[in-house]
């Protein structure tokens, strides 16, 4: 082998095919609406308790009219979104990567398989279960109230299953950062994903976290960007 050949194959990444066109639509489908029921919330939660009563960056900037309609649109969203993920994942035995203690293409490590199960089966439905229970139209419809103690049981769960959503996605995130920033969001955008990491060593360690940082600030500068657009002085 001549050394342009060598060169090549240890410089040029290894190409996996690693998320199909299905998870990535359900995944970037997924992200969108879990921020969106946040900020939403957040929005709805600041009205009801007095104008103001949380920081900007937390909610969306408008009324609690707009809030509830966005959160109930996120809302629907998610759900269909969620049913539809989990039939796809039985149906294509993709779900057998995600579960934990089983024989899987090793795909994910265990730490990563607890936290996606945890999230898909666990707090995904109770967030969902106690949002719709809050609902009067769907209890009339389905009584979940008074199987989840009440009213204002059904707001702390809800309002618990969220925290334990925003600290998964801090978790989430850093591991994401940690493991290989760009190669691993490539891999959630594109499917394709450099096995063997080369040539992304520097994805690896502090530097993801660092462009993580650099995220954030984008995503802050945008945000004074519309709140300037919406309440111009
Ligand atoms: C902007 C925010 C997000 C980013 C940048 C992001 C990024 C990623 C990336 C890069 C992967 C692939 C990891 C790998 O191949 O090892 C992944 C997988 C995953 N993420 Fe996220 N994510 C975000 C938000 C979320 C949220 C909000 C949730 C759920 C509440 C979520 C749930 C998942 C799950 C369940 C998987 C595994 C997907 C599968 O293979 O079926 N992500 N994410």
């Given at each position: ?38 900020l ?15 920081p900007g960056w937390a909610?969306?900037i ?149 462009r993580m940082g650099v995220l954030l600030r984008a995503w802050r500068a945008g945000r004074r960007w519309i709140y300037g657009v919406h309440n111009?002085?």
């Amino acid at each position: 082998m001549d050394d342009r050949a060598t060169e090549l194959i240890h410089t040029r990444p290894c190409w996996k095919y690693r998320h199909s066109l299905a998870v990535r639509i359900a995944h970037w489908t997924n992200a969108v609406c879990v921020f969106g029921l946040i900020l939403s919330g957040f929005q709805i939660f600041s009205d009801v308790r007095g104008e103001g009563s949380l920081p900007g960056w937390a909610t969306f900037i408008h009324t609690i009219g707009m809030g509830r309609s966005e959160h109930f649109l996120f809302a629907w969203v998610f759900v269909a979104n969620g049913i539809g993920f989990t039939l796809y994942a039985i149906s294509s035995r993709h779900l057998w990567d995600l579960l934990p203690f089983l024989k899987t293409s090793g795909r994910y490590n265990l730490l990563q398989r607890l936290a996606y199960t945890g999230v898909i089966f666990g707090l995904g439905p109770l967030v969902a279960i106690t949002g719709a229970a809050l609902s009067p139209r769907i209890d009339a419809l389905i009584p979940i109230l008074n199987l989840l103690g009440g009213r204002q049981a059904a707001k702390t769960l809800h309002l618990a299953a969220c925290f334990g959503l925003i600290g998964y996605i801090m978790a989430h995130l850093t591991m994401v950062a940690t493991t290989g920033f760009w190669n691993n969001l490539r891999s959630m955008l594109t499917g394709w994903y450099s096995a063997d990491g080369l040539p992304h060593q520097l994805d690896k360690g502090h530097k993801g976290v660092l462009r993580m940082g650099v995220l954030l600030r984008a995503w802050r500068a945008g945000r004074r960007w519309i709140y300037g657009v919406h309440n111009p002085q």
